[in-house]
């Protein structure tokens, strides 16, 4: 019963409103007189309108110059330099890897350990991670790579195709 009260004033309120609206709109389109419109003076602007002003502001230019066009000023250099070796570091042979190849992997649902295949020197070894075989060590076994460690390095060997 509330909502049927509700909706029955607010339908009212929206005609009134509409009703409002729809007269200010008839009354603007009927015939009335024109109202006369004062036309504004014209008044003449003085012949000196493009003379120069003079400036009354001072700018301080005791900063910096933004965009770099003069030098800087170059303090001297009070610092002792120190002689600075430009050499290139020893570097360790790299480790050949290249008789090391993975052939895949087999994985055991029961124990959920996963088997390696390598090829090393054209034998075939199976190895799980922590194992080694003839100095190659497999740290992580992984779908499509392993990481192997040799000679103190690591690296990733992608399944051979």
Do not use: C
Not at 41 to 47: D, E, G, H, L, Q
Not at 50 to 61: G, I
Not at 76 to 96: F, G, I, N
Not at 122 to 151: C, F, H, P
């Amino acid at each position: 019963m509330k909502k049927k009260r509700t909706n029955l004033l607010l339908g009212i309120a929206v005609i009134i409103i509409w009703a409002g609206a729809g007269y200010r709109v008839l009354s603007a389109l009927g015939d009335q007189e024109e109202l006369p419109v004062a036309a504004p003076s014209m008044v003449k602007s003085p012949a000196d309108d493009f003379a120069a002003v003079t400036d009354t502001v001072q700018l301080r230019a005791n900063y910096r110059d933004p965009f770099g066009v003069t030098p800087p000023s170059v303090k001297p250099d009070t610092l002792s330099h120190k002689r600075v070796d430009r050499r290139m570091p020893a570097q360790r042979p790299q480790a050949d890897m290249g008789f090391v190849k993975y052939a895949g992997y087999i994985a055991n649902p029961v124990s959920k350990r996963t088997l390696s295949m390598l090829l090393i020197n054209g034998k075939t070894m199976m190895l799980n991670e922590g194992e080694s075989a003839e100095g190659i060590k497999v740290l992580k076994n992984m779908r499509d790579s392993v990481k192997v460690a040799y000679q103190g390095r690591v690296r990733f060997i992608v399944k051979s195709s």
